[in-house]
């Protein structure tokens, strides 16, 4: 999840797509063969990354423009660009697309969510801060994308589910 965080941060902006759905098999086919390559450009500080969130808009081209801004100046955002250009994917396709796409993860997360919730009580403070922490961010992506899943995306999650979730799982930080 990190690092679907970190790419979201690097992209550049772009024309918004105007199909009913992303998530679409040439999509996500295309997503497959950016993300191991977009996962090994080096950043300049991965960890300030896990701090970023999704305002509450389905913009997806001034989600990008936004996140764009906080890695403005970072020498990687070149490398995103290419890597993104070389895929066909531009930067607000290529949010919503990972957003929507790690929808499955983020509700197999929930009874995850439900047990940390009860265990908060009983952890040591600083496991406990660390695990507020992840609640509070998962929670936060869960309310930022949800009301944007139309009825299209919702039918086209169910046929990809388990690819989008060995897609999500298969990254280095999506462990809750």
């Known amino acids: 999840m990190r690092k679907m965080v970190l790419v979201f941060a690097l992209t550049a902006t772009s024309a918004a797509v105007s199909a009913t759905t992303v998530l679409t098999e040439q999509n996500i086919a295309r997503l497959e063969a950016a993300l191991p390559e977009l996962v090994a450009i080096e950043q300049d500080n991965p960890q300030g990354l896990t701090k970023l969130r999704l305002k509450k808009h389905c913009d997806w081209q001034q989600h990008a423009s936004e996140l764009r801004q906080q890695e403005q100046g970072k020498a990687y955002v070149a490398e995103v660009d290419q890597v993104l250009a070389k895929h066909q994917l531009t930067a607000p396709l290529f949010l919503e697309l990972t957003a929507k796409g790690s929808w499955p993860l983020l509700q197999s997360l929930q009874p995850v969510q439900q047990l940390t919730r009860q265990s908060l009580p009983f952890l040591p403070e600083s496991q406990r801060r660390i695990a507020e922490q992840k609640i509070q961010q998962t929670e936060q992506m869960q309310q930022a994308i949800e009301p944007c ?28």
């Open 149 to 176: 899943l139309t009825a299209a995306d919702k039918t086209a999650l169910q046929h990809h589910k388990q690819r989008l979730l060995k897609l999500a799982t298969s990254l280095p930080g999506a462990a809750f």
